[in-house]
């Protein structure tokens, strides 16, 4: 036990919270799990900890129990009570915002509750929307944020693409390209299915991403662009596939240093910066 409430298999009775799939929910019930998770995202001294998708408060409870300050934010009312519940066992430690974390301004969130350049996002990520929020959060300007740290749980398939450079061809896309430019991304360990209610079909996995300080400058919106249209094809070479972008595409590569008959899959992080750079001066 991390604590003297209830085991949360109880508390999900109580409350009637079976897992809704529309909500891409999940629940994690193994309280050595989500304290093995709690420290990969430790130490917190009193870090302000942003939590997405608490749903019963299994890795709310794991992180408030060593030391975190929690802002946890539930878009499914029915887990309000149970979370309230937790919220009074630490007083003044755990803070609920209910709304949809894909239209909140989690650093702006993080500050308003006493973060100041120290605080860190930790969740069990609804896996319907994960990749969205993990987008969000890297295009977000300015940059870095008030974020010193990402741990996160993904499915694997997910996780390979956050982390893949164009020497894991298959999983290098523009999630990866994102994720290279502004952080430093690493999966910790993996997750079997059978540790969740319910199980679900694939591995997960818990990412950490390390925010880059001084990534190479560059408008992440034009970043975004530039990766779209190079993977949105990436079975063709740049010369073709980046005619999307309404550019001549030969003179763009061109100017980028970067030869014409090169595939997506071959660019690294770098040189998408320099194509992006190059658009710009069109």
């Not at 085991?7 to 799939?21: M, N, Y």
């Not at 997910?158 to 430019?181: E, K, S």
């Amino acid at each position: 036990m991390i604590d003297d409430l209830p085991p949360l298999r109880e508390v999900v009775a109580r409350h009637g919270l079976d897992a809704k799939k529309t909500l891409g929910q999940n629940f994690l019930f193994d309280l050595n799990l989500t304290s093995r998770i709690a420290r990969a995202a430790g130490p917190f001294d009193g870090t302000v900890v942003v939590e997405i998708g608490p749903g019963p408060g299994g890795l709310t409870r794991a992180l408030l129990a060593q030391g975190a300050k929690v802002v946890a934010i539930e878009r499914d009312a029915r887990c309000l009570p149970a979370l309230a519940e937790i919220a009074a066992r630490y007083p003044g430690r755990l803070t609920v915002v209910e709304g949809d974390a894909l239209e909140i301004d989690v650093a702006e969130l993080a500050r308003a509750h006493g973060a100041a350049g120290k605080a860190r996002i930790c969740a069990n990520l609804p896996y319907n929307v994960a990749t969205a929020l993990l987008t969000r959060w890297i295009e977000a300007e300015p940059w870095p944020s008030v974020f010193d740290r990402y741990v996160l749980m993904f499915q694997k398939e997910v996780a390979l693409r956050i982390v893949a450079t164009p020497q894991n061809r298959a999983d290098y896309g523009r999630l990866a390209v994102l994720c290279g430019w502004r952080t430093k991304a690493r999966i910790l360990f993996d997750v079997s299915p059978s540790a969740f209610t319910p199980p679900p079909k694939v591995t997960s996995s818990v990412v950490e991403l390390v925010p880059n300080r001084t990534p190479l400058p560059c408008d992440p919106a034009a970043l975004s662009r530039v990766t779209q249209a190079a993977f949105g094809q990436r079975r063709k070479m740049l010369r073709q596939s980046l005619k999307s972008l309404g550019v001549d595409a030969a003179a763009l590569l061109a100017r980028a240093g970067i030869e014409e008959t090169r595939r997506a899959e071959e660019i690294d992080v770098a040189g998408f910066v320099a194509l992006t750079h190059a658009l710009a001066a069109q």
